[in-house]
């Protein structure tokens, strides 16, 4: 799945944006692509890493 995942996000900058924003608001799925990035090579990893949340977009103040 992840494998999938990372050549659609290689591929397209919607889905990129897509799921930066899915990552956002859902922590769950982003423990697992930040486990799943660690695990997979260093050429397969590289979109998940930038597919990453808060990578141009900083997270909004905290209370």
């Not at 591929?11 to 897509?18: D, F, H, K, M, T």
Request: proline share 16%; hydrophobic share 35%.
């Amino acid at each position: 799945m992840v494998l999938g995942l990372s050549l659609l996000l290689s591929s397209s900058p919607a889905v990129l944006r897509a799921v930066r924003r899915y990552r956002r608001t859902n922590p769950k799925f982003d423990g697992v692509l930040k486990k799943a990035r660690v695990k997979m090579p260093g050429a397969m990893g590289k979109p998940l890493r930038r597919s990453e949340p808060w990578r141009f977009k900083p997270p909004p103040p905290g209370p």
